[in-house]
């Protein structure tokens, strides 16, 4: 008795290939290049919060080895506020228009992710003897700090936000975005396949999908330092461009997230609390790294340790 969406047809786009190709090759460059310098170290910043990393300046080294991709960054930002401004201003469709953050939406989303925190712990702990043992040595820290990740989450119960719930894209990463050359174009809005349609429906702060491209980010990074480029990483560099890995996810998210905010400060959609932010923020990083750990048990087990160190970064950001 209600109009259903049948059928959508989409304009073909010239492109080069998604943004995750792009970033890959991008990274291949960079490690080239940070080779070609035995002797610089990597600037990692003296904050670990996304949030204030986005307010700071970039040292001028990693400006100079990644000035293509941070610009990238900062347009992949802007996109990903375009976005969120575009699927917010559906006032007059109910199914669309942006609603308030309850009290009890607040504890719902915090016991939702409690429920999820015990579910994929246990997990963890089952398959914990089984892993490498770098591996093993990420999955035990994280164990060992379940109560500091349910914190985290309780702390989206300890104050009303001012914020919006709005439809978001919903599985969004590198993946997601096609690049034409000079521009990106989001693509693939149907959610993420596994959840109904129901929950694909369901509004969340548009920082859902934020933390799904920060994730993107630090994916990218440890899949290009392990050879899935074009670059030849020889085993013993792998050690010293661990740290300029982690150095390019922090400078680039900052730079991501400046473009983002940028972009979001003016309309009600994010809080206007900026420690509400880091706390909503900080819940989607865990939420979708806890995700990824879930993933990972069950398909590629020796890749655990990348959304390992992403809970770990987030818990650390608060030590």
Not at 118 to 131: H, N, T
Not at 134 to 157: G, M, N, P, Y
Request: hydrophobic content about 40%; proline content about 6%; some cysteine.
């Amino acid at each position: 008795s209600e109009p259903v969406t049948f059928a959508v047809l989409h304009t073909y786009v010239r492109n080069e290939g998604d943004a995750w190709k792009y970033t890959l090759d991008s990274l291949g460059r960079y490690y080239d290049q940070v080779l070609a310098r035995p002797g610089v170290s990597a600037p990692l910043p003296e904050s670990r919060s996304l949030l204030q990393l986005s307010k700071e300046e970039l040292p001028p080294i990693f400006a100079e080895l990644m000035a293509p991709y941070l610009e990238s960054a900062r347009l992949l930002g802007q996109r990903t506020a375009e976005l969120h401004l575009a699927l917010a201003s559906a006032v007059d469709e109910e199914s669309f228009a942006p609603e308030p953050f309850s009290a009890m939406y607040q504890r719902s989303l915090y016991h939702g992710y409690r429920a999820y925190v015990v579910q994929v712990m246990a997990g963890l702990k089952s398959v914990a003897e089984a892993l490498p043992p770098d591996v093993k040595e990420e999955a035990e820290r994280v164990l060992s700090h379940r109560e500091a990740v349910l914190s985290r989450f309780q702390a989206l119960t300890r104050r009303r936000m001012s914020a919006m719930r709005i439809r978001c894209h919903g599985d969004y990463h590198l993946g997601q975005l096609l690049y034409t050359g000079s521009d990106f174009v989001i693509v693939d809005f149907e959610g993420e396949p596994a959840r109904s349609l129901g929950e694909r429906r369901i509004k969340h702060s548009p920082l859902k999908d934020v933390a799904g491209m920060l994730r993107s980010f630090h994916y990218a990074a440890h899949v290009a330092l392990h050879g899935q480029t074009s670059t030849v990483i020889r085993s013993e560099d792998v050690p010293r461009l661990e740290q300029w890995a982690r150095a390019w996810c922090f400078w680039v998210s900052g730079a991501f997230l400046q473009s983002y905010l940028e972009l979001m400060s003016d309309p009600p959609v994010l809080p206007t609390n900026p420690e509400d932010l880091e706390v909503l923020l900080d819940g989607y990083l865990l939420q979708k790294a806890l995700y990824e750990v879930s993933y990972e048990m069950n398909n590629r087990p020796n890749w655990l340790g990348v959304p390992l160190q992403g809970i770990m970064q987030v818990i650390e950001s608060g030590l």
